[in-house]
């Protein structure tokens, strides 16, 4: 990390209680719903307990970063819900991209397909994107506010998933050209994560994407988002698992395709291309041919690009709030949060 973060002024552990406490009591109605109705509850048990398994509610925190942005006060229980609705959408995204990416394990506990079957797991994950769409719908939203926030909504869900197609168009197959995957991470991962969930907030609280709050936080978002999934790319490879809850060998043999695997092909010399194109997407792959991959990717100096690069993205996004037309407060919580979002080891 190449500076101080700055303190977070916002109770993010509160916010995350009061996150967590609204999808347990909306997946415990649904439970009881479904037994009423005759249905299988284990489907909302399930979703419930992979939701409560862990994860850092950084999409409902910047939902309320942006509410307050745009000039919201307090948190009535409407953006609460909305908020909390970002969390269910992602849930979605994770069950289904566990089973693509055949993982084992997600926030140190079996990935929910290896729980219930690849079957039922894609259902669970359907029903989490149904649940996501019924906890917006149902937050006492007025008609306005939901008018605003649909269309940031539903581009943030098929960017996600034209993302994530993008994503396994590559697998196996990594390019040496950073560009094609910096286009899946922004679709999949950055828009997502940090940018839609912004201007969502924003619009509750009455702020367009066009006005000028709504493009300072697109300012932000965007390289800040990028340099989010730059970091998890690292993780996915040079991580603890003890830490990111995730195997350390999942991403190499799934092949995925990364700026920093680009990179390594890019700077290779023949026997180091040699070794990427034996070990990379290969299922088999062993934690000796992990290391041997590792090495490859530090003597490249792509693992330096890559921090490099976050740390660029942090900065360009960090440089405009200076003269952004935003609340100070505001300006310090998202330059806490550009630094816990980047510089993480989870």
């Known amino acids: 990390m190449s500076a101080q973060?700055?303190?977070?002024?916002?109770?993010?552990?509160?916010?995350?209680?009061?996150v967590d406490t609204t999808l347990t009591n909306f997946l415990a109605d649904q439970a009881r719903s479904a037994r009423t109705r005759g249905l299988p509850q284990q489907a909302a048990q399930v979703l419930g307990d992979f939701i409560q398994a862990g994860g850092k509610r950084i999409r409902p925190i910047l939902c309320?970063?942006?509410w307050q942005a745009a000039g919201g006060a307090d948190i009535p229980q409407s953006v609460l819900k909305a908020a909390a609705s970002l969390e269910m959408f992602h849930a979605f995204a994770l069950i289904h991209d566990d089973f693509i990416d055949a993982s084992d394990t997600r926030r140190g506990r079996p990935t929910v397909h290896r729980q219930v079957g690849t079957e039922a797991a894609i259902l669970i994950g359907d029903l989490a994107l149904v649940l996501a769409d019924d906890l917006l719908h149902t937050a006492g939203l007025t008609p306005a506010q939901l008018s605003a926030v649909m269309p940031i909504v539903n581009t943030l869900r098929a960017d996600t998933i034209y993302g994530q197609y993008l994503d396994i168009t590559h697998a196996g197959h990594p390019p040496a050209d950073p560009a094609p995957v910096l286009t899946i991470t922004r679709y999949k991962t950055a828009k997502y994560t940090i940018e839609g969930p912004l201007l969502l907030g924003a619009a509750l609280a009455g702020s367009s994407?066009?006005?000028?709050?709504?493009?300072?936080?697109s300012a932000y978002g965007m390289p800040v988002g990028e340099a989010f999934q730059l970091r998890d790319d690292l993780l996915g490879v040079f991580g603890n698992p003890d830490e990111t809850g995730k195997p350390a060998l999942d991403d190499l043999r799934e092949g995925k395709a990364t700026v920093l695997m680009?990179?390594?092909?890019?700077?290779?010399?023949?026997?180091?291309?040699?070794t990427l194109l034996r070990?990379?997407?290969?299922?088999?792959?062993?934690?000796?041919?992990?290391?041997?991959?590792?090495?490859?990717?530090?003597?490249?100096?792509?693992?330096?690009?890559?921090?490099?690069?976050?740390?660029?993205?942090?900065?360009?996004?960090?440089?405009?709030?200076?003269?952004?037309?935003?609340?100070?407060?505001?300006?310090?919580?998202?330059?806490s949060l550009a630094f816990s979002a980047t510089a993480r080891t989870t």
């Open 209 to 217: 994407s066009d006005s000028r709050c709504g493009l300072a936080l």
């Open 262 to 274: 680009a990179l390594a092909l890019q700077n290779a010399n023949p026997t180091q291309r040699r």
């Open 279 to 335: 070990y990379v997407g290969n299922p088999h792959l062993t934690h000796d041919g992990a290391q041997q991959v590792r090495a490859v990717l530090t003597d490249t100096g792509a693992r330096a690009a890559v921090e490099g690069m976050i740390d660029q993205r942090r900065q360009s996004a960090l440089t405009p709030l200076d003269t952004a037309d935003l609340p100070p407060r505001i300006k310090a919580e998202l330059r």
């Open 5 to 18: 973060a700055p303190a977070a002024l916002f109770d993010q552990d509160a916010l995350r209680h009061a």
């Open 64 to 66: 309320v970063v942006g």
